[in-house]
């Protein structure tokens, strides 16, 4: 007699090899899912620096997103704009450049502010601190790279000029 098909226990076990494998993939995959997102901020704040180094060499001064022609992600340079992951604030009382995520990324949680500021020591030296109010959660987990963009290991806590 020719056996055909599967026993219960291959079965069995192909079952349990592919519930290990979805155990440790999906966590991994919704992580890789996070960093994916949380990366249009490292882009756009690093554009903000660029914009701002250029303004402050022609200008020997700072300026708003407006006059040094930058617009976030969400397409705005004067107020509030939101993507699909990130509502970018223009409003600079608080933060020269400030994201803060719509949805939660991993561990960091939704509204946790992204932020850059910098010092001006005229007349074209120029001090950037990029951080966020949730280091370990938000760069740490997510996006290590995007304290490099500061030039300075001296906290600027609020807006410059």
């Known amino acids: 007699m020719k056996k055909q098909g599967f026993s219960l226990i291959e079965l069995m076990v192909t079952i349990v090899i592919m519930g290990v494998i979805a155990a440790v993939a999906v966590p ?5 899912m996070a960093k994916s997102k949380a990366t249009e901020i490292t882009v756009a ?4 620096i660029k914009l701002q180094e250029v303004y402050i060499h022609d200008h020997t001064q700072g300026g708003n ?15 509030k704009a939101s993507t699909q992951n990130f509502e970018y604030d223009a409003d600079q009382t608080t933060h ?6 719509i949805v939660t990324l ?5 509204g946790k502010k992204w932020f850059v500021n910098y010092k001006l020591n005229p007349p074209h030296d120029m001090k950037y601190w990029a951080s966020t109010d949730d280091e ?10 995007f304290s490099k963009l500061s030039n300075t290991t001296t906290p600027i ?4 000029e």
């Open 106 to 110: 991993g561990d960091c949680a939704k």
């Open 45 to 48: 704040a690093g554009t903000y």
């Open 136 to 145: 370990t959660n938000c760069i740490t987990a997510l996006l290590p790279n």
């Open 157 to 160: 806590t609020s807006p410059g």
């Open 65 to 79: 997103w407006f006059n040094i022609g930058y617009k976030s992600p969400a397409g705005n340079s004067t107020g």
């Open 28 to 32: 991994k995959l919704f992580g890789f």
């Open 96 to 101: 020269n450049w400030t994201a803060s995520p």
